[in-house]
């Protein structure tokens, strides 16, 4: 992240504080792409930053995701909504352009960076896995721990689906780049998502190079142990 601790708008610390029934104070820190707006909501906390507060003893709650996974997801979310006219479109930026960089903003960052500081290792922390199994997961953990949010409290109702697939399925219309009496469509996330994997599937050059970006992630993934219901 940059040294101001902002990543395009994102600050270091970003956090939501819950206090359960018995008193108990739980932190969750939130990493962009690790199905955040499923589990802001789910954790019904108060927004606030944990590195600017003072604190003796609490619980962080922190998801994980594959670290390939998650940089595809996010690229898609960055690189979405351009006209596939425009010189910023993806596929005429090109591909070394993308994996040259790979930090696009907030969603493609390593995980590990939004963890950098490791407060959290004074305290007991909770880990998720950011999988088909998540939900199952965190509902067996949080039911005597978290307050539950009134469904559709704050406007986001879809509490079955934390990926918000759904979503990916939405595209943009724009004015034609040239001609500008013409629309064109954009594509969809879901459509950028798979063009990547493709890429990926046929350019081991930059799926060596991706891997090797995400490598503190995995790491950092190989080395927890992630709260199971089984």
């Known amino acids: 992240m940059d040294s101001d601790n902002t990543f395009k708008g994102w600050t270091e610390g970003t956090s939501w504080l819950h206090v359960g029934p018995d008193g108990t104070e739980y932190v969750y820190l939130n990493i962009p792409k690790n199905a955040s707006s499923w589990m802001k909501h789910q954790f019904n906390g108060e927004k606030f930053n944990y590195l ?30 351009c006209s596939p006219e425009s010189d910023r479109f993806f596929l005429n930026v090109g591909y070394n352009s993308i994996f040259d960089k790979l930090a696009l903003d907030e969603h493609t960052q390593c995980q590990h960076m ?7 290792e004074n305290h007991n922390v909770v880990w998720f896995k950011c999988d088909a199994d998540l939900k199952t997961n965190w509902e067996h953990w949080a039911k005597d721990k978290i307050t539950p949010r009134i469904p559709g409290a704050d406007g986001y109702m879809d509490t079955a689906n934390p990926f918000n697939i759904s979503k990916l399925g939405a595209a943009n219309q724009f004015p034609g780049w040239h001609n500008k009496s013409k629309t064109v469509v954009g594509w969809t996330q879901q459509q950028i998502k798979d063009t990547l994997v493709d ?9 060596d190079r991706l891997k090797a970006y995400c490598r503190m992630d995995q790491d950092l993934i190989d080395s927890v142990e992630f709260y199971e219901t089984r």
């Open 114 to 120: 939004f963890l950098r500081n490791k407060l959290y």
């Open 199 to 207: 890429h990926l599937n046929t350019c081991p050059q930059h799926l």
């Open 52 to 81: 600017t507060t003072s604190y003796s003893k609490v619980t962080f709650v922190i998801l994980l995701r594959d670290p390939i996974d998650r940089w595809i997801s996010g690229a898609a979310q960055s690189l979405y909504g």
